[in-house]
Nanobody, 124 residues
């Protein structure tokens, strides 16, 4: 059974920093791609970053590329996403998703497995 468990969310102040984690099990981590998505109340789920654990290639949405950093720890089967200079508009539930693929994308429909999400709330 494939499981993805997010952690690291919480309440933070604008301008602050958070590191989210996505622990992956039940899937060949080195043959996977992982995406981070977020969904704010009343909005569609959007892809913010993704990484291929095959070649290390990563991508970001234009709205976050200067503040978000995604990286993998293959020894821990965990993908991290760091968020710098938090903004109130970053408030959302953040989900990680996985697929057995060498290619990573920001498309929601590309991924087969999803975590339960972790809430990030940024106060101004």
């Amino acid at each position: 059974e494939v499981q993805l468990v997010e952690s690291g969310g919480g309440l933070a102040q604008a301008g602050g920093f958070l590191q989210l984690s996505c622990a992956v099990s039940g899937l060949p981590f080195d043959d996977s791609a992982i995406g981070w998505f977020r969904q704010a109340p009343g909005k569609e789920r959007e892809g913010v970053s993704c990484i291929s654990n095959v070649d290390g290639g990563s991508f970001y949405s234009d709205s976050v590329k200067d503040r978000f950093t995604i990286f993998s720890d293959n020894a821990r089967n965990t993908v991290y996403m760091q968020i710098e200079n938090l903004k109130p508009e970053d408030t959302a539930v953040y989900y990680c998703a996985a697929v057995k693929s060498s290619i990573a994308t920001l498309h929601v429909d590309f991924y087969d497995y999803w975590g339960q999400g972790t809430q990030v709330t940024v106060s101004s």
